[in-house]
């Protein structure tokens, strides 16, 4: 599957991407929420659309998961996409459902975490 990972810590992404790489998937990535979604609608656009999506809850310097979702939603509404946060008490990860995001992630992010949410998203 094909992965897009927006987070703004470049030591979660080489992380992350490591972690997906291992696991088989192809990854891109982007830094903040503009990013994301131009890169998401670039590659649908260019019908090489990503399997799933992971979205960091929180960037400070821009964008967050919250406002992504819903605009990747209004251009794609069969995206799949996975929250990611640290805070597991803020009300968009308790309820991510209620917010358009198909899972949830916490970091730090557990390998076995990781494969188990993807494979059940990409098998839907």
């Not at 810590?9 to 990854?27: A, K, R, S």
């Not at 605009?71 to 794609?76: C, H, T, Y």
């Amino acid at each position: 599957g094909k992965i897009l990972l927006m987070d703004d810590e470049q030591i979660i992404l080489d992380v992350t991407l490591e972690i997906l790489t291992f696991l088989g998937y192809e990854v891109m990535f982007a830094k903040d929420g503009s990013a994301a979604i131009d890169l998401y609608k670039r590659e649908k656009s260019a019908n090489v659309p990503f399997d799933g999506v992971i979205l960091d809850l929180s960037i400070p310097e821009g964008m967050g998961g919250k406002e992504v979702i819903q605009q990747l939603k209004e251009f794609d509404p069969a995206v799949k996409a996975i929250v990611s946060s640290g805070y597991t008490n803020d009300p968009v990860v308790m309820d991510y459902a209620g917010y358009g995001f198909s899972g949830k992630l916490s970091k730090p992010y557990k390998i076995n975490d990781m494969k188990a949410i993807l494979e059940l998203l990409l098998k839907k």
